[in-house]
């Protein structure tokens, strides 16, 4: 890893436009994570473009360089940078239309496919914040107030509040160091780990209406109907996912939240002893041992049967 933050570090300073963009659906991590390096390299004197396929969603447009973000690809940079992103196709652009190949790759998913010329992926870190973190003295770049909130975000939302199993010393002394850099602890805590809209409780109601529960296996979804319903802006599930891991019987949980085009996102939970990162890869998706996503293709009902077998038997193996 010393060797490619090195080589990480010569080409950023050597650029001077840099484009950076993390997955579609984004989570606090992917958007800590974008804006962070975005306003270090802006301080830097650098050029920076961010981008997200559907723009930056609006429960994270508190966020310093919030108004950075764009939607479309900047065709003109000499760096490409990749954040929090598994996987190339994961991106939601048209991976033909990159204005290059992706120069350098950050990220702390186990299940990452190495794509990019550089690729700085540390399974252990709690968060592809925490890489950032790490990244910024030897790059020479700052870390402003505006830099520790937004990679205090991504470490806060990727840990559900120090919460998960992931969290490591290491995290909590970066913490400290952030909060030292002026990074609003409790109001981060408040507004990307407790606070939800109404709406998007309403939109939990209905997931919660038909939720099931079998030998430590919760799961439950939520369909195009239900969005509608509410006027759940999103394509998301709003964060239920997690809610439903606080269930005391709930060893696994699985969330299916239907897409357009028919298409329908999983999204898995476990506790420690269970690697439900290998469900998801059967399926072509990734993630972490503890939580993973994928996207498939097909009929809800049956893609739930089909995943709900797989995830029985991954329960039954070691982790």
């Not at 920076?48 to 919030?66: I, M, Q």
């Not at 290491?170 to 809209?197: F, H, W």
Request: proline share 6%.
């Amino acid at each position: 890893m010393s060797l490619q933050f090195d080589a990480a570090g010569a080409a950023v300073e050597r650029a001077e436009r840099i484009a950076i963009v993390s997955h579609e659906r984004p989570d606090g991590d992917a958007i800590g994570s974008l804006l962070g390096l975005s306003l270090a390299l802006q301080a830097a004197g650098k050029h920076v473009s961010p981008a997200l396929v559907g723009g930056l969603p609006k429960r994270y447009g508190f966020l310093p360089g919030a108004e950075l973000v764009g939607q479309s690809l900047a065709p003109d940079c000499d760096l490409l940078i990749l954040v929090d992103c598994a996987a190339l196709d994961r991106i939601g652009f048209d991976v033909g239309a990159l204005p290059r190949h992706p120069d350098i790759n950050i990220d702390h998913h186990p299940t990452n496919t190495n794509f990019a010329a550089i690729n700085l992926v540390d399974p252990q870190a709690a968060a592809t914040t925490e890489i950032l973190y790490q990244a910024l003295t030897p790059w020479s770049l700052p870390l402003s107030t505006e830099v520790a909130t937004n990679l205090l975000a991504g470490l806060l939302t990727d840990t559900i509040g120090f919460r998960t199993s992931s969290t490591r010393p290491y995290s909590l002394r970066m913490a400290a160091d952030l909060l030292e850099s002026g990074a609003p602890l409790m109001e981060l805590y408040d507004r990307v780990i407790s606070r939800v809209s109404l709406v998007a409780a309403r939109y939990w109601g209905r997931g919660l209406a038909r939720l099931e529960h079998e030998d430590g296996l919760v799961w439950s979804s939520l369909t195009l109907a239900d969005r509608k319903a509410v006027s759940y802006p999103g394509d998301d599930d709003a964060e239920l996912v997690n809610i439903l891991m606080t269930i005391e019987q709930a060893r696994v949980v699985v969330l299916f939240v239907e897409q357009p085009a028919g298409k329908v996102k999983i999204s898995w939970r476990a506790e420690p002893g269970v690697d439900v990162s290998a469900v998801a890869t059967r399926f072509g998706g990734g993630g972490h041992k503890p939580a993973a996503g994928a996207m498939l293709t097909g009929d809800l009902g049956e893609i739930e049967a089909t995943v709900l077998a797989a995830t029985r038997e991954a329960m039954k193996q070691p982790a």
